[in-house]
């Protein structure tokens, strides 16, 4: 694991154009020490983040702002609405999540290290979504929003502090993602490549002020009929 931090700021934008998910940085985990960070994120028609997963060392909250969210936390399954009040994820919780109606979803996400939590949780948790989502806005993914499978072996160990993937099954990570990811080091796959991180990610956009925006909201995704079909 490395310690390697990322250098986003407050205000920078991401978007993960496979998934359909557009972020904008409130709170940086420079600001916090590394424990929190806060992020609008907007969801286009069809948008779902890539697979089920869990993060032990930090706990995650959402808030729908606009349109319809479901969500599966422990296989049970809800739709959250403006209004509603947060959807709180709790450290070492299976969840999952999705646009589930037709237009866009605006969601106010914050994410929180727990108290026993060692290093800089957040700080993690930003590099490890910075490396997927440039991943797939260089073409590097499946519909759903994966990488191949030495991609996933790589990042599973490199960022295992930040997330743990609900499939394959536990003795089966245990298993592969070791020499899956020696190979993958070996062929090139570095999740900590500069091309995916920092004000020059692939996944890094300029920011695309309110008409920007609004055309980047209305271009639908297939990532929730990847997942369906997964």
Not at 2 to 30: D, M, Y
Not at 50 to 55: E, I, P, T
Not at 134 to 159: F, Q
Request: negative net charge; glycine residues 10%; charged residues 20%.
């Amino acid at each position: 694991m490395s310690t390697t931090a990322t250098s986003i700021a407050a205000g920078a934008w991401l978007h993960n154009p496979v998934t359909g998910e557009i972020a904008r940085v409130n709170l940086a985990p420079s600001e916090t020490d590394g424990r929190r960070v806060g992020v609008d994120l907007w969801l286009q028609p069809g948008a779902a983040v890539a697979r089920a997963h869990l993060h032990d060392h930090f706990a995650e909250h959402f808030e729908v702002r606009d349109g319809e969210v479901g969500f599966q936390l422990d296989g049970d399954e809800r739709a959250a609405h403006a209004g509603d009040g947060p959807v709180v994820v709790p450290a070492g919780t299976l969840h999952d999540w999705w646009n589930t109606g037709d237009g866009v979803a605006h969601v106010a996400v914050e994410v929180e290290a727990t108290p026993t939590a060692p290093g800089q949780p957040a700080m993690r948790f930003i590099s490890m979504i910075e490396a997927l989502w440039s991943l797939a806005a260089l073409g590097r993914t499946n519909d759903a929003g994966l990488p191949d499978p030495l991609w996933v072996a790589a990042i599973a160990r490199e960022y295992a502090d930040a997330i743990r993937l609900h499939r394959p099954p536990a003795a089966v990570q245990s298993a592969l993602f070791g020499p899956l990811a020696a190979v993958a080091r070996r062929t090139g796959r570095d999740p900590l490549a500069a091309e995916l991180h920092g004000p020059g990610a692939a996944c890094a956009i300029a920011d695309p002020g309110e008409d920007g925006l609004a055309d980047l909201l209305a271009r639908p995704v297939g990532a929730r009929a990847a997942r369906r079909g997964a």
